[in-house]
């Protein structure tokens, strides 16, 4: 196929920012021709359907070319997205998918129950009491009626644990990202986010009708080279993630405080991944790096170590009030259930009373990613309980995953656009509840797959 030289469309910034520089300019290389769905095969992704819908495909039968290639894809058993969980996402859990005949104990490798909490007794018997004290769902806004006392009490539990004066919760930590940074800029303000910073980011700050631009992935070099170079505009907000999704890294905090300082700019640090996950006391990056004072505000989920669902922020009282107030994400959507807020209150408790789980993560993140390693593999060069396995292509990520889901290994699969192009990967989250056992035969899988799908040697390291 042919190649030219194209502006970046507006469906690709949305899901490749890692292309995104802080040029006007910015260009990309893509395939000229239009998605063909006689031709879908292993190399086949989603960025195909978007570059067929940017050259004039109507919806409708992009919709219909879509649905024949994952119906494709899932009578040759390649697809296996939407596997539906049988149990609490924990260790291991009963998984069934509609292409097998039987449900699978498999070993979880793709959850973020980090701390191993989401089905803790604690934490379920304190979703149970608000159930039958305050209902199942809120009935209205957060400014509106929606808030409970057990909201109010986990947002004053989550301003503690990040040494704020105040937070404020959110439906979702997408919702969270979207509303707080569309909220806090508009025209003539500037918005920076890290290359590899989540979608959530992005959307917020496109959403908004400030300058948005893109600094190297953790690079403060390049930061401060944007923010000089567009050192007129009004507010500037800085976007960081505190452990990056997809690689399992964390930011240069330090000097991205001080370069955002210099610049009189505001530091957003995400810390979805590194809540309950980093710190001596599991309040994050910032509190890893000791810098919780230099953080303007942190945005965070409930969902992965605080076992429940949903998002906030936390920073000055003046900022958080300001964002409760003009964040439409949280103002135009029904608040949080007081259930869920009441399990994330238990596993904030259970984070400070239980700090060994923290400690048996980090043993695991340490074992699999030193056995990984040892096999050959390419992935992070930190370690964490996020560790991606690069396979480079979209037909060894299929391979790679139906082999592990044949031998009861769940594990994520993360294909072009989420990821560029050349590093297509398996993407593995740990736990804490993860026994050394599961891990050497999760490992002995992996390996055996890596070598079916050439990444790695038979005769190993």
Known sequence: MSTATYPLSKSEETWLPEFE??????????ETSAFQPQEANNDFSLADIM???????????AAREFQGVVKQLESQGLNLYRRTLLDPSDAEARVYYPSDSHCREMIMLASNNYLGLTNHPRVVKAAQQAAEQYGTGSGSAPLLVGTFPITRRLESQLADLKHSEEACVF?????????VISSLVRKNDLVVVDQLGHASMWDGANMSDA????????????????????HQSGTKLVCVEGLYSMDGDMPRLREICKVTRRHGALLLLDEAHSTGVLGANGGGTAEHFGVEDQIDLHVGTLSKSLASCGGFVTGDSDLVNYIRYFAR???????????????ASAAIEILHSEPSRRKRLWENSHFMHSELERLGF??????????????GTMRGLRQMTLELHENNICVNSVPYPVVPHGSERLRISLTANHTREQLI???????LAGIHAGLISAKGR
């Open 171 to 179: 439906a979702s930590g997408y919702q969270t990202n979207v509303g």
């Open 441 to 447: 035969r999760a490992i002995e899988a992996i390996r």
């Open 378 to 391: 390419q992935t992070s060069n930190q370690v964490s309980p996020i560790i991606p396995i690069i396979v």
């Open 51 to 61: 570059r067929a819908r940017d050259q004039g495909m109507g919806v409708r039968q």
């Open 211 to 230: 300058k948005v631009r893109a600094f190297k992935h953790n690079d403060p070099e390049h930061l401060d080279r944007v923010l000089t170079r567009n």
């Open 21 to 30: 520089t802080c040029e006007d300019d910015t260009t990309l290389e893509l």
């Open 329 to 343: 994400s949280a103002m135009f959507s029904a608040a949080p259930s007081p259930m869920v807020m009441a399990a």
